[in-house]
Nanobody
Framework: QVQLAESGGGLVQAGDSLRLSCGAS????????MGWFRQVPGKDREFVAG????????NYSDSVKGRFTISRDNGRNMVWLQMENLKPEDTGVYYC?????????????????WGQGTQVTVNS
């Protein structure tokens, strides 16, 4: 099992930056692909960014490409999502996720472990 805990969410203004952090509970974190997803009430959870086990491959949704950056440090069992130039449509609960296949998967079904989420609210 991999337990994940997100932090760093908050209330910001459009154009601001925010950095989300996700800590994993076990040493085998380095074998897992990691991802960030977000969800708003009444909508499906959507992919934001993914990173492969060694950071060699990253994927982003079109809506955040060029503004968000996913990174990881396997020695610290941490993954981050740096968010720049935030927009009101970036508002949602952001979830950290891990997959056993070590890939930068872009689908919800590609991940087996999920954190509890952290709220990001962007005011216009």
């Amino acid at each position: 099992q991999v337990q994940l805990a997100e932090s760093g969410g908050g209330l910001v203004q459009a154009g601001d930056s925010l950095r989300l952090s996700c800590g994993a509970s076990r040493r085998l974190f380095s074998n897992n692909g990691m991802g960030w997803f977000r969800q708003v009430p009444g909508k499906d959870r959507e992919f934001v960014a993914g990173i492969s086990w060694n950071g060699g491959i990253t994927n982003y949704s079109d809506s955040v490409k060029g503004r968000f950056t996913i990174s990881r440090d396997n020695g610290r069992n941490m993954v981050w999502l740096q968010m720049e130039n935030l927009k009101p449509e970036d508002t949602g609960v952001y979830y950290c996720a891990a997959n056993r296949r070590a890939t930068a998967s872009t689908t919800v079904s590609g991940y087996q472990y999920w954190g509890q989420g952290t709220q990001v609210t962007v005011n216009s």
